[in-house]
């Protein structure tokens, strides 16, 4: 194995990372898959002429390590997706970003429909975002709906096409990158004033966790510990994140099946929870709190007293509020057997969070590649066997509770000491790879300086990416009308995907 | 049935009475809208501005002007400032009907929202939207969501967030707009049914946020459609965002 292994967060010379030659890189990246290996990021990050620098990250969660290589390849080479369906999604986005064309990819089509190629000039012909060559069905009464972009509620923008027989879906196409705000194409030659705005918004919902696996990149590539005290209310704020989100899908999941009690009491706990994130800092996502270095805003003792407070109730209400979905028949009866990814599924294309974990897979950077105070403080991990909308919800509970529970665990043990540490320049040359794991699931940063110090590759893998397939796969045989549940039960991004 | 009974005994009646009763406690650490003071500006120092993510701020000869429309409330600025030139208060009331309004400057804050009168007569006080989503982060839109539970319940001021845009009386938009929701935005827009008013939501929408003079973007929905009324914040606040509301309803007046 040519590979080189590293830690979650071990920054590394760049020139260490193992380039192989364009056959290798695919045996071994095949082969690493088949061998319990899991695809957490698959990019080009550089281009001589007509060949371009591909790389692999691959994350083996049982050993807790990642293993970089990397390849030049030529503007075409053979499609990796037909021996590794985890390739599918990272084949597309290179297709479309860089023009490099993996030959006999079974779905090539655009990922975000990029309005420009990527030196910032309109692309010739000009992709319309949506239209794409659908997959079809053809037959006597098959028909065809189309949802999207703006949908009936108050949600992001997407477009989803179905294939149906009567009420039975049989393929589901999800056409996405109406949200393409052309963030990794920004966050080149960065760090600068702005960047860290990009990354708390790259998924508005998930401000803390992604802002925390960008510090965590700066902090390796500088060299810097940030103190143990930042490290407790980073994790106290990504739980707390967990926690708000989870509470939300909870109650929108009652109320796809009309089941109104839990839909709104879950619906109000929810912004409670958001309320605690705003004593930490002022504001209800988190934003402005997980900066370089460690945490912009201490926690005096009042706020201590008062977050345990506000935790102890929200967990009793939240309590009540759910558990009222199990003892529901008609909540069950939807619920169970709706929207089912087997684990065997899950595995072959790589889901990861929630959606993993309720196939039966514990799969969780936590535990597999511990961070920050997750290194001292272990979670349980939360999981479920039937990988259907029940499973889905019944793992967003059990974690709602494990989170809340650390939670008051961690405000009792506070360390002494500052929040923040300045952190020195940015060492060029050199490489990172963060994994965190956010509400929805892991999510990747892969950092890379240039001679100056300065970001010469950013590449986001929001955990949307990995999933947004299995929700596709997940409406399979089922009815239409359930659709709303299934895509709730996923609940990914669309900004995060498209980023 | 029993247990739903306890469950909804348990929860208690949890609707906020503002605007009859005081506003819901906003956090200590809450940033609202910024007041600034020229007199304290040191000349030639331009802090404040070197670290606005957004270029919000213009400090010249004894002005400093903060446009709230592109502000992410990251208080960078503030915390740059050591002469205190510019300061995060607690009030929450952002909304303007005009960009320039958006504008903070030693003068006193202009009364917020004058929506046409005729708009509002054929509107009465009721007020259905159609929310879009062009290029929004999902924070604009959660804390939009949340106006629909019961803490906050819009329902009761005959507010609602309609399914169609044919059943609507305006837009609310979140997002710089995308290039690639330009169109989509474009054919929301015109397919709601005249007079209509356009919300926009967010520094994004107001002005691109941190995605300003991005090729992939369009620096807010005003750059698409005709905008009747800002809201800011990154993201704003509920309360914010209620208090806009009512007064497009004409339930507010300041």
Redesign the interface.
């Known amino acids: 194995m040519q590979a080189l292994s590293v830690y979650n967060g071990q920054a590394l010379a760049a020139s260490e990372i193992p380039v192989v030659a364009a056959d290798q890189f695919r045996s071994e990246l095949v082969r690493s898959v088949a061998d319990g290996g899991r695809i957490a990021a698959l990019f080009a990050d550089r281009r001589e002429g007509t060949r371009h620098r591909i790389q692999a990250v691959v994350a083996f969660d049982a050993e807790s390590v990642l293993r970089l290589t990397a390849a030049w390849i030529d503007a075409q080479y053979p499609s990796l997706t037909p021996d590794c369906s985890q390739a599918h999604w990272f084949e597309r986005e290179m297709w479309e970003r860089h023009g490099i064309v993996p030959v006999g990819h079974p779905f090539l089509k655009p990922i975000r429909f990029l309005p420009h190629a990527a030196n910032g000039k309109p692309s010739a012909p000009r992709a319309v975002c949506g239209t794409a060559d659908f997959f079809r069905m053809e037959g006597e009464e098959i028909h065809e709906v189309a949802v999207g972009p703006v949908h009936a509620g108050i949600i992001e923008p997407g477009h989803f096409r179905f294939q149906c027989h009567g009420e039975t879906v049989y393929h589901l196409e999800i056409s996405l990158g109406y949200q393409h705000r052309g963030v990794q194409r920004a966050l080149v030659g960065g760090p600068d004033r702005r960047t860290i705005h990009y990354i708390e918004t790259l998924a508005g919902d998930t401000s803390i966790a992604h802002a925390s696996a960008y510090c965590r990149a700066l902090e390796s590539l500088a060299g810097t510990r940030i103190p143990p005290r930042a490290q407790v209310i980073r994790g106290i704020a990504q739980e707390l994140e967990r926690v708000a989100n989870h509470i939300g899908d909870l109650g929108a999941l009652a109320g796809d099946v009309g089941y109104l009690p839990t839909m709104s009491y879950c619906g109000r706990i929810r912004g409670d929870v958001l309320n605690m994130t705003a004593v930490l800092c002022g504001n209800r996502f988190g934003r402005g709190l997980v900066r370089p270095g460690g945490v912009a805003f201490d926690l005096d003792q009042d706020s201590v007293d008062e977050l345990k407070r506000r935790v102890r109730a929200a967990a009793k209400d939240a309590k009540v509020a759910v558990e009222l979905l199990w003892d529901s028949p008609s909540v069950m009866g939807r619920f169970d057997r709706t929207g089912a990814v087997s684990r065997e599924t899950c595995e072959r294309i790589g889901l990861v969070g929630v959606a993993a974990r309720a196939c039966g897979v514990a799969r969780d950077v936590r535990r597999d590649f511990p961070y920050g105070i997750y290194r001292f403080a272990q979670l349980p991990i939360s999981t479920c066997d039937s990988g259907d909308v029940f499973a889905r919800a019944m793992v967003r509970w059990l974690e709602v509770q494990r989170s809340l529970a650390f939670v008051e665990e961690q405000l009792a043990a506070l360390p002494p000491g500052p929040v923040l540490r300045p952190i020195g320049a940015l060492r060029p040359g050199h490489a990172v790879v963060t994994l965190a794991e956010g509400w929805r699931g892991e999510i990747c940063h892969v950092a890379a300086t240039d001679d100056a110090g300065r970001f010469e590759h950013y590449q986001v893998i929001d955990p949307s990416l990995h999933n947004w397939f299995g929700l596709a796969l997940a409406l399979r045989n089922q009815q239409i009308s359930d659709f709303p549940l299934c895509n709730k039960s996923f609940n990914l991004s669309y900004c995060g995907h498209d980023l | 049935m029993l247990?739903?009974l306890?469950?909804?005994w348990?929860?208690g009646y949890?609707t906020m009475r503002y605007p009859d009763g005081p506003p819901p406690d906003l956090?200590?650490?809450?940033?609202g809208r910024p007041q600034v003071d020229s007199a304290k500006c040191t000349a030639g120092c331009h802090r404040c501005t070197?670290?606005?993510?957004?270029d919000a701020i213009t400090a010249g000869e004894q002005t400093l002007r903060l446009d709230t429309g592109r502000c992410?409330?990251?208080?960078?600025c503030e915390t740059a400032c050591e002469a205190g030139a510019i300061a995060f208060s607690h009030e929450f009331r952002m909304a303007a009907s005009s960009r320039e309004q958006l504008v903070v400057t030693d003068r006193p804050a202009p009364a917020v929202v004058a929506i046409d009168g005729a708009v509002r007569r054929i509107l009465g006080r009721s007020l259905k939207l159609?929310?879009?989503?062009?290029?929004?982060?999902?924070?604009?839109?959660?804390?939009?969501?949340?106006l629909?539970?019961?803490?906050w319940d819009l329902g009761r001021f005959g507010i609602q967030?309609v399914?169609?845009?044919r059943h609507a009386d305006g837009l609310l938009i979140t997002?710089?707009v995308?290039?690639?929701?330009r169109?989509?935005l474009e054919k929301?827009y015109h397919a709601v049914p005249s007079p209509k008013i356009v919300i926009a939501v967010g520094a994004?929408a107001i002005s691109g946020?941190?995605?300003a003079d991005?090729?992939?973007?369009h620096n807010g929905a005003s750059s698409v459609v005709p905008v009747d009324v800002f809201v800011p914040g990154?993201?704003p606040?509920?309360l914010t965002i209620l208090h806009a509301l009512l007064q497009v309803i004409g339930r507010l007046s300041g």
Not at chain 2, 72 to 76: D, K, P, V, W, Y
Not at chain 2, 130 to 146: K, P, Y
Not at chain 2, 148 to 151: A, H, L, R
Not at chain 2, 214 to 217: D, G, S, T
């Open positions: 247990k739903t306890q469950a909804r348990q929860q949890r956090p200590a650490r809450f940033a070197l670290v606005c993510p957004t992410l409330f990251c208080r960078e159609r929310q879009v989503s062009a290029g929004g982060c999902n924070a604009c839109e959660a804390d939009t969501n949340v629909g539970t019961v803490g967030f399914a169609s845009p997002g710089p995308t290039e690639n929701m169109l989509a929301t994004c946020g941190p995605y991005h090729p992939e973007a990154c993201p606040h509920p």
